[in-house]
């Protein structure tokens, strides 16, 4: 009997005692709507049927949860059902991970017979990619959607708005492609590491048809592309293109500085909406997501600029707003409006939570000091939870470490009643210091292994030691595929200066690293 390595865990697995092999003869016999389930098979088979080798049968039925599966492999043939394409597709990755680990014969697959039953867990199971500070070519973004879409994970946060580039193109607004996704040194400058300009110039941003190309791909892995427009703070390449958004229309420079900025929007200056709902509106259109990040982190550092903008005040003050938090708040709300009218519900960071936002915004946690706020606002908004200290995987191995990604608990941080609306889970990659396809391969891998099954899999379900065992056939497979995962999963960490040089082509870094890396 052999019992397969499937990651996520599914929720119940009972292996049987019998065989049944498939091969490239048998056909995939699939319901209309769930063809790229049946793709997804008959590719890896490279299917040609002739129908002498019983069949795979992909099924509709009206009983299972949304994104649930059942996969039967019985004497006569395999049966995935599912009651939407997202779960005839889980079911149908379930299966491709099974027949890469079966033993081959004479051209067949033979397989144990086994029924799973499976759903997940969380709703959302995201994973966020920051493409400003550096920039991944479409390739890349590509490979990272299957990299997802292999460990089921279904929300892909694309961040594509910072002090540090812009890199989505405006038809509208030029100026914010040829001022805002430039910046004049590749690595981000730091003191304290020692970083200095490197004299680059770095110039990139996803053209109109790449977006939709990668929104597409995405789409046929079940998986939501959600993009991030942060407002009204991280905007300095914003303010570098169209100056005359800023409180005092100075001009200024798309930063090569990591780390954060006073770039903020002005609030009390109309001209600031009349664009924003111009270029808002231009990228709703090309996401058919529901759902629209909008940032607003970090954005405390902009106030003291607002304290001393004639504008700002007068629309403090005709509001009646305490203080510039306050203030924050109104914009969001006011963006909220915008994104509305193009039929989309906003999520922003916990820093501008308050009661006073607008109930459809929902939030996303990532600062550990802001659990109990959003505690008490998951009563009112739904949640994401992407606390700093489990899913910031940019962050060292020593500091978060493989053990601690799988032991996250939303219950212990107090997610326990059934009206929270904890709508599920992201991991964050945010890349100051990840340059390039090896380094980020390096930071997310295999923790975002441990995090889709934390993401899928009941807690009760969940140990990490079965879940280190499985994930040894995931190595194989990655090291096969030529992902560079971190063989590194705690105890000591590497410098993200040394990771950043990760992506150094012929680097002294690179090269220890790779030794390091090595089984
Ligand atoms: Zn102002």
Redesign the pocket.
């Known amino acids: 009997m052999v019992k397969y390595n499937i990651i996520p865990k599914p929720n119940s697995y009972i292996s049987g005692d019998s065989e049944y092999s498939v091969s490239s003869d048998t056909p995939v016999i699939c319901f209309e709507e769930f063809i790229e389930a049946g793709k997804l098979i008959s590719d890896y088979l490279k299917t040609k049927p002739d129908g002498s080798d019983g069949s795979i049968h992909i099924k509709h039925v009206g009983n299972l949860a949304r994104e649930a599966y059942a996969l039967k492999i019985t004497n006569d043939g395999v049966y995935i059902y599912a009651s939407d394409k997202a779960g005839a597709y889980y079911g149908a990755v379930t299966f491709k991970t099974i027949l890469m680990q079966s033993k081959k014969e004479n051209g067949k697959a033979i397989l144990n017979t086994l029924v799973i039953e499976d759903a997940p867990d969380n709703a959302y199971r995201g994973l966020m990619l920051d493409c400003c500070r550096h920039y991944f070519d479409v390739d890349t973004v590509k490979s990272m959607l299957e990299n997802m879409a292999f460990l089921k994970l279904n929300k892909f946060h694309w961040h594509l708005s910072e002090d540090q580039g812009f890199r989505i193109e405006s038809k509208l607004f030029p100026e914010l492609n040829e001022i805002g996704s430039e910046r004049h040194s590749r690595r981000l400058t730091n003191k304290t590491l020692g970083f200095e300009s490197d004299g680059e110039i770095y110039k990139h941003y996803y053209t109109q048809d790449e977006v939709k190309d990668i929104v597409e791909f995405a789409a046929k892995r079940n998986i939501e592309v959600i993009p991030e427009i942060d407002l009204p703070g991280h905007t300095m390449a914003m303010l570098a293109s169209i100056p005359s958004l800023s409180?005092d229309g100075e001009k200024r420079e798309v930063t090569d500085v990591a780390g954060i900025s006073d770039a903020i929007l002005?609030?009390?200056?109309e001209e600031t909406f009349v664009f924003l709902d111009k270029l808002l509106g231009e990228v709703c259109a090309l996401f058919p997501s529901p759902v629209f990040h909008i940032g607003g982190d970090e954005a405390f550092k902009g106030y003291k600029?607002?304290e001393n903008?004639e504008?700002?005040q007068a629309r403090k003050n005709e509001l009646g707003l305490k203080d510039e938090k306050a203030l924050q708040v109104w914009f969001m709300n006011r963006v909220c409006e915008i994104l509305k009218k193009y039929g989309k519900t906003p999520v922003a960071w916990d820093d501008c939570m308050s009661d006073d936002l607008d109930g459809s915004i929902a939030g996303q946690l990532w600062r550990q000091n802001a659990v109990s706020v959003i505690k008490h606002q998951s009563l009112k908004r739904d949640i994401v939870l992407s606390p700093t200290m489990y899913f910031y995987f940019d962050w060292k191995y020593s500091i978060t470490p493989l053990k601690k990604v799988y032991k996250f608990n939303k219950y212990k941080m107090g997610f326990t009643k059934p009206e929270q609306r904890a709508r599920g889970l992201e991991c964050e990659l945010w890349t100051e210091w990840i340059d390039g396809k090896d380094a980020l391969e390096f930071s997310a891998f295999p923790r975002v292994n441990a995090f889709a099954e934390v993401a899928w899999t009941k807690l009760t379900n969940r140990k990490y030691k079965d879940f280190y065992k499985r994930l040894g056939w995931y190595k194989t497979y990655m090291k096969l595929k030529g992902i560079n995962y971190s063989r590194i999963e705690g105890g000591f960490g590497l410098s993200r200066a040394f990771i950043y040089h990760l992506g150094g082509e012929g680097s002294e870094f690179k090269k220890s690293m790779e030794l390091k890396n090595q089984e």
């Open positions: 409180c002005c609030a009390g200056n600029i607002w903008c504008k700002c």
